[in-house]
């Protein structure tokens, strides 16, 4: 979400605003809370912390509102109305934003250090292309994604074209999936430069879990 560093609490809150209204949810886990219909036998709720907000009445007056009378209700942390709003909807999305604050050369260096104290904020300069790298850089870790670098056998390491992995979907075996079916079939053992490696290079097999920017050899049956 690009924002104009001049206003941006203002814009920021009114497009939260909006998108809300849509049931998008920017930065937010979906909330821990069970939810399941049942056929009959009323409300039952369990509260596994203490509720400054949500108590049976509070829920069975939520609920009914949904024309639910029977249902079990697990609130696993202090949940609002909200919340439970949004788990009997079913519909809400949660997606990971970053708050680009642009044009931070119209700003003094006191009014850009309380700029950087905004969560999930990354200011840039588009004309003179200020902080472009932190950018590009959180962009990485809110899309979940890793980059792995292949290594061919007696050449060096091709740091030009990454393979791109998703971060919960990270393992040796994954990567020669997404390189080719055939090395799945064909693999032998990898050899592991890198974060995840316990020393360089690291001998290991498909279920090793890789890390940004690892370096990985394929070793294929012969």
Request: proline share 5%; hydrophobic share 40%; charged share 25%.
């Amino acid at each position: 979400m690009v924002l104009d560093v001049m206003k941006p609490l203002k814009h920021k809150q009114l497009l939260e605003y909006e998108l809300e209204g849509f049931g998008i949810r920017l930065n937010k886990q979906p909330p821990n809370i069970g939810f399941k219909k049942k056929e009959k036998g009323g409300i039952n709720l369990t509260a596994l912390v203490p509720q400054s907000e949500l108590d049976l009445e509070a829920v069975k007056s939520i609920l009914s509102e949904y024309k639910i009378h029977n249902a079990d209700i697990t609130l696993r942390y202090d949940a609002t109305s909200e919340d439970l709003i949004d788990v009997i909807e079913g519909n809400r999305v949660y997606i990971p934003c970053i708050y680009v604050l642009n044009k931070i050369d119209q700003i003094s260096i006191e009014e850009l250090d309380i700029i950087y104290r905004i969560p999930h904020c990354v200011p840039i300069s588009a004309h003179h292309k200020w902080n472009f790298d932190d950018l590009l850089e959180k962009m990485w870790q809110y899309l979940n994604l890793i980059r792995i670098y292949t290594k061919p056998r007696g050449q060096l390491p091709d740091y030009s074209a990454p393979i791109v992995l998703n971060a919960e979907k990270n393992t040796v075996d994954d990567l020669c999936l997404k390189i080719h079916k055939s090395l799945q079939k064909d693999f032998k053992a990898a050899l592991v430069w890198g974060a995840s490696a316990k020393h360089n290079p690291q001998r290991v097999g498909k279920e090793h879990v890789l890390l940004d920017e690892d370096v990985v050899q394929i070793l294929k049956r012969i």
